[in-house]
């Protein structure tokens, strides 16, 4: 069905009222000008994503034509001069068309064209082009740039397409494509995979950072971008904090101008804790867009949620108490708690969302708050969580939502004679089913399965783990995939930005940008690895310092 004026309201009023969508891309970011391919494609994954979307919206070649154009420059990216009978404009949809179909030859995008008067009127050539004028369009006219953005800008429409079952011409690459002049090899060496980090880097720094914004107004003098420069530099180096950091920033930038650690600081102060966490999903969102193009990444599904502490504080804590609360384990330290969900299993570890912990939150309102936005973002089969989330309510809300999950209980009374007859009869495994009470005359149904751990240290029922699931025990092999987030923490805590502040805006900022850093790593070194070998390996081949070096030195961020 073509579009009609109201469905192509709806989309676009869809897209407005998206707070981590702006469109055109030109208007959210300095990074980005009228003449931006980067903006360009980016503008085509906003729009294709939300059109296909719409019921009445089922042709790729409808969207083709109907895509707004008419705000982007295409004069700089045009090698002819003086007038011509096609604009660029045109000429662009004819080509993404052409590269829709993978039509090798001009001839073929001719005759089908010919074969189709509607389609070139909506197209808006008015006559059909010859075979020859295409061909010098397309290697003459069209910059190199913009023929990778042509394919590109196809490529994304047939995935979203496809993405909500739109019927497609052909079956799309799930692979990215980056301008690289060597051949790639079976087993790349050290300096073929820089090569390609430091240009998947590069495009992937510049759609994501274009989210974080200070909100600081027109006319300063130091580019915003120089901010994120420096706190990506502090992530560079262990325990370092802003103001010897912005000292030695002056230095190793290449910016004329560069922040004072005070002011750096002054600015994230400035930020709301929502506003830090609705940059970092706009930015999570416009990385998944990027990584949703491969096939690997369609492995994802399982979630993990797990709280994590910094440091332990030892200043006073007057005042704060609700967020220096007290640690995991049972001890008498205190320490700044934050919960993040990230994707394990297969799929690329990227941190999905995080969130501050404060004192007296119940673990089913931080369980439901991130699940919501984890959902948003991806699909997700399986839950994963510590023990501290034993509770039959936070295992309902799951339930009720359609997931599966994996727990382990905390071993009360029951389960502690459960395992000791388990130990006299010497049985490794056990199942059995068991009702949660939830309150008044209702009740959650879980599976309890006892597992023997080889080579424990307890000759007792310590021996024993118990389970909880909703679903066959055949999850509880899915369970051995949480410790990547352990894995994670680790990783993320190495780029935090050293402080003795106590404000809490600050301290979460700190750690959502952490965890950003490290999810563009593992997305960079998803990309370079099918790139290179096109397969993807859970263990990284890009290290995290080549990662958010470039991201200092090459992309304009630092």
Excluded at 446 to 461: C, F, G, M, N, P
Aim: one cysteine or more; proline letters at 3%.
């Amino acid at each position: 069905m073509p579009p009609t004026h109201d469905s192509r309201q709806t989309v676009f009023r869809r897209i407005a009222r998206r707070s981590y969508a702006e469109w055109p891309a030109y208007d959210s970011t300095p990074l980005f000008d009228r003449t931006s391919l980067a903006g360009l494609e980016s503008d085509v994954r906003t729009v294709s994503k939300t059109w296909f979307r719409h019921n009445s919206h089922d042709s790729v070649e409808e969207f083709v034509c109907a895509l707004p154009l008419a705000y982007f420059r295409f004069s700089a990216h045009d090698r002819y001069e003086g007038s011509t009978r096609y604009q660029m404009d045109t000429l662009f949809r004819v080509f993404v068309l052409q590269e829709c179909h993978e039509w090798n030859h001009e001839t073929a995008l001719v005759d089908y064209l010919s074969a189709c008067p509607e389609l070139c009127d909506q197209l808006g050539l008015g006559a059909v082009p010859d075979q020859s004028t295409l061909w010098r369009s397309w290697h003459e006219r069209f910059t190199l740039e913009l023929r990778e953005t042509t394919e590109t800008a196809a490529r994304t429409i047939l995935i979203k397409a496809q993405n909500t079952g739109v019927e497609i011409p052909r079956e799309p690459e799930r692979k990215l494509q980056y301008q690289d002049d060597g051949i790639a090899s079976e087993d790349p060496d050290d300096r073929t995979i820089l090569k390609q980090v430091e240009t998947i880097t590069d495009h992937v720094s510049r759609i994501v950072f274009p989210a974080f914004s200070l909100n600081r107004g027109e006319g300063c003098e130091i580019h915003e971008n120089a901010y994120w420069g420096l706190q990506t530099y502090l992530g560079l180096r262990e325990n370092l904090a802003a103001n010897e950091g912005a000292r030695s920033f002056i230095y190793e930038s290449t910016r004329e101008r560069t922040p004072l650690g005070h002011a750096h600081r002054d600015h994230i102060r400035n930020l709301s804790i929502p506003e830090v966490r609705e940059m970092y999903r706009q930015s999570i969102r416009q990385l998944i867009d990027e990584v949703a193009g491969t096939e690997e990444f369609f492995r994802a599904g399982i979630a993990a949620i797990d709280i994590t502490e910094a440091a332990p504080f030892t200043g006073d804590r007057t005042g704060h108490e609700d967020e220096i609360i007290g640690t995991k384990e049972n001890t008498d330290e205190y320490a700044y708690q934050w919960a993040t969900v990230q994707l394990v299993g297969n799929a690329v570890p990227l941190v999905l969302d995080a969130r501050p912990v404060r004192k007296g939150e119940s673990r089913k309102k931080i369980v439901e708050d991130l699940l919501d936005s984890a959902e948003e973002l991806v699909h997700v089969d399986n839950v994963l969580m510590d023990r501290e989330f034993d509770s039959q309510h936070v295992l309902e809300m799951i339930s009720q939502r359609g997931l599966s999950y994996v727990v382990p209980k905390r071993m009360q009374t029951s389960e502690k004679a459960q395992a000791k007859r388990l130990l006299q009869r010497g049985q490794v495994r056990y199942e059995t089913d068991r009702k949660l009470h939830l309150g008044k005359n209702e009740w959650h149904e879980a599976t309890l399965i006892y597992r023997r751990k080889e080579k424990s240290k307890y000759d007792d029922h310590r021996q024993y783990s118990v389970f909880m699931t909703n679903r066959a025990s055949g999850h509880l092999t899915e369970y051995g995939y949480r410790w990547e987030i352990e894995s994670g923490y680790r990783s993320i805590k190495r780029f935090m930005a050293t402080t003795t502040s106590k404000n809490f805006g600050l301290r979460f900022f700190y750690f959502a940008f952490a965890c950003l850093l490290y999810s563009i790593w593992r997305a960079v070194d998803l990309l370079v690895q099918v790139e290179l070998t096109g397969e993807y390996e859970h263990s990284p081949i890009v290290t995290a310092d080549n990662t958010l070096t470039l991201l200092k030195k090459e992309t304009g961020i630092g």
